[in-house]
């Protein structure tokens, strides 16, 4: 499995933007995707995460009501749309993958996915 992801950039506070990340040699064992992110010398934080089989969507309270994880199982990918964005939403975006049921809260500990994409980076300044 190898995740892709893009979608990265500037943006001025209060902005949006989309990023993206895709999915290939996916097989039915992955049963959800997340997103987290990471500044210099901080561990990776959860943002987001959407469960395959039986579905739900879990947000990092500091994303809920700005941020939107959302899947397209036919195209093998997971979005992430991102508003009203603030300086200190700037960090690299990683989206992951797990094999296996779990349920969703645990979606949020970066040790439970089994792939790493690459990250793109978003940078939120005037």
């Known amino acids: 499995v190898q995740l892709q992801a893009s979608g990265g950039g500037l943006v001025q506070p209060g902005g949006s933007l989309t990023i993206s990340c895709v999915a290939s040699g996916i097989d039915s064992s992955i049963k959800s995707m997340g997103w987290f992110r990471q500044t210099p010398g901080k561990e990776r934080e959860f943002v987001a995460a959407t469960r395959g089989t039986g579905g739900g969507t879990y947000h990092a309270d500091s994303v809920k009501g700005r941020f939107t994880i959302s899947r397209d199982n036919a195209k093998n990918t997971v979005y992430l749309q991102m508003n009203s964005l603030e300086p200190e939403d700037t960090a690299v975006y990683y989206c992951?993958?797990?094999?296996?049921?779990?349920?969703?809260?645990?979606?949020?500990?970066?040790?439970?996915?089994?792939?790493w994409g690459q990250g793109t980076l978003v940078t939120v300044s005037s």
């Open positions: 992951a993958a797990k094999t296996g049921q779990v349920i969703l809260s645990a979606l949020a500990m970066a040790r439970m996915y089994d792939y």
